[in-house]
């Protein structure tokens, strides 16, 4: 089931980001007096498709291999590879009959719709929902870090002032790109002391091995335990993207035991101690039960006013398989008007749109690892299995500017391909040969082909661990 609910809205979101971006096209098209034979979300190859119906000179249609969408625009070399159109002459309504600059439009079409949706999206959630932040001076405790903050020097209950020379206001900015791409200095406060922490350009890297909870998270006081993994919870689920969790200490570790549960600890419960050590924070709890891994320790708790000693035997990977409750955080949330809100929306989207740029570029440049690029497997799991319509929409906004950026890119068969040769035929005051577009279109497809095998190889690689 929550397999079939992230399918639900990876489906959703990019069915409506492809018809608006296929729209775009359309509209500029028809805007020009240039005849549109097809529009169609998904493919419909080799012919076959779950329907259609056509209006005037345009077949409208939904086709059964969901991995995009198009619009087929009379007189133009594209994924239809419609060389017998091409070899007729030249009919006024086809796309090859337009001057340079109308066609530039046409394909610029759906990248525009894209940022314009982007912003928009970002721009009513931002109104209707406010924005909510941690203020980073009301984390008393500090930070606790995971396995990379502490690969880049962190240590537990460091106070963090600044990023880059710029006081940290909220706690927040911390997992967003201003540090993850990399490349960024940490001002700490540890024991009275300033000292200066370099975020290297290879965290991109390891937040794709090890996932963005083993960075960095404020210092949490550990408070009731919530709920106890069950043998039955361990039964493995298999969901559309590989098999689903259950939670444990670290939340994407599957054991064959339910060390908790077996020793009696119930949910309610309030840990004191661990092997006669005052547990008060969570990773005080996670670090003392990791280093016993495989041992049987003694857990202090406090049940309906007594306490009690119980004995459960740590799994050989370090967790006892137990949730606490949810933690106090010291939330801000701030409310914009309407206008307000609009500026914000493009701040946002612009800000997404260029941190896009930067992560290829560090790509290509060999400072971060292609293992970063996701299928629509990784865009799934990141909706999650739960429909909440704030995530839901900032999530689509999020996807829309990424679509805008990566169909912007120079790679034949993309809309950015065909923008490089149109300002080409400008420059050279004459179109490229048939010929030249029909392999460039070919090249493209295999381009994009060994993209998509690769990410999905990626993905499915992570579902496995490795």
């Known amino acids: 089931m929550d397999g079939l609910i992230m399918a639900g809205?990876?489906?959703?979101?990019?069915?409506?980001?492809?018809?608006?971006?296929?729209?775009?096209?359309?509209?500029a098209a028809r805007a020009f007096g240039i005849k549109v034979e097809k529009f169609y979300l998904f493919f419909?190859?080799?012919?076959?498709?779950?329907?259609?119906?056509?209006?005037?000179?345009?077949?409208?249609?939904?086709?059964?291999?969901?991995?995009?969408g198009y619009v087929k625009i009379s007189g133009m070399i594209d994924e239809s590879m419609d060389t017998e159109q091409m070899a007729a002459p030249a009919q006024p309504w086809e796309f090859r009959s337009k001057p340079a600059w109308q066609r530039l439009i046409v394909m610029l079409g759906g990248i525009i719709v894209n940022i314009i949706v982007g912003i928009l999206i970002f721009w009513i959630i931002t109104f209707k929902y406010g924005e909510t932040f941690?203020?980073?001076d009301k984390l008393a405790n500090g930070v606790s870090p995971g396995i990379i903050g502490k690969e880049i020097g962190l240590k537990t209950g460091d106070k963090i002032l600044a990023v880059n020379g710029q006081k940290l206001i909220y706690f927040d900015e911390l997992?967003?790109?201003?540090?993850?791409l990399g490349n960024t200095k940490l001002t700490i406060s540890r024991e009275g002391?300033?000292?200066?922490?370099?975020?290297p350009e290879s965290?991109?890297?390891?937040?794709?091995?090890?996932?963005?909870?083993?960075?960095?998270?404020?210092r949490f006081v550990a408070k009731k335990i919530d709920s106890v993994v069950t043998p039955e919870d361990l039964q493995p689920k298999v969901g559309l993207f590989g098999k689903i969790k259950a939670v444990f200490v670290k939340p994407d570790t599957v054991k064959a035991v339910a060390p908790a549960y077996q020793a009696g600890l119930k949910k309610g419960d309030s840990v004191l101690a661990i092997n006669g050590k005052t547990v008060r924070f969570l990773d005080d709890f996670t670090s003392e039960v990791e280093k016993n891994a495989g041992k049987t320790i003694s857990v202090k708790v406090v049940r309906a006013g007594q306490e009690i000693v119980l004995n459960p035997k740590v799994s050989a990977e370090g967790t006892v398989g137990l949730i606490f409750g949810r933690f106090d955080l010291p939330l801000k949330t701030i409310n914009y008007g309407f206008?307000?809100?609009?500026?914000?929306?493009?701040?946002?989207?612009?800000?997404?749109?260029?941190?896009?740029?930067?992560?290829?570029?560090?790509?290509?440049?060999?400072?971060?690892?292609?293992?970063?690029?996701?299928?629509?497997?990784?865009?799934?799991?990141?909706?999650?299995?739960?429909?909440?319509?704030?995530?839901?929409?900032?999530l689509t906004g999020l996807i829309s500017m990424a679509l805008a950026f990566m169909n912007l890119l120079p790679i034949p068969a993309l809309d950015g391909g065909h923008v490089v040769f149109l300002i080409i035929e400008m420059i050279k005051g004459k179109p490229l040969s048939d010929k030249f577009m029909e392999k460039a279109q070919v090249v493209g497809f295999v381009i994009l082909l060994g993209l998509m095998v690769f990410a999905f190889g990626n993905d499915i690689l992570k579902i496995f661990g490795k």
């Open 339 to 394: 206008l307000e809100s609009f500026s914000i929306g493009i701040d946002k989207g612009w800000t997404t749109f260029s941190d896009n740029a930067k992560g290829i570029w560090k790509m290509i440049t060999g400072k971060v690892s292609a293992r970063n690029i996701s299928s629509p497997i990784g865009i799934a799991k990141v909706y999650g299995s739960e429909f909440e319509w704030e995530k839901f929409w900032r």
């Open 175 to 180: 997992l967003s790109s201003k540090v993850l």
């Open 44 to 68: 419909d190859a080799w012919g076959f498709k779950l329907f259609s119906f056509k209006v005037g000179d345009t077949e409208y249609g939904v086709g059964w291999l969901p991995l995009g």
């Open 203 to 218: 965290v991109l890297d390891d937040i794709s091995k090890h996932g963005i909870k083993e960075f960095v998270s404020p």
């Open 134 to 136: 941690i203020p980073n």
């Open 9 to 27: 809205q990876l489906l959703l979101g990019l069915s409506i980001l492809v018809i608006l971006h296929e729209l775009g096209h359309f509209l």
């Open 193 to 199: 002391k300033a000292i200066d922490l370099k975020v």
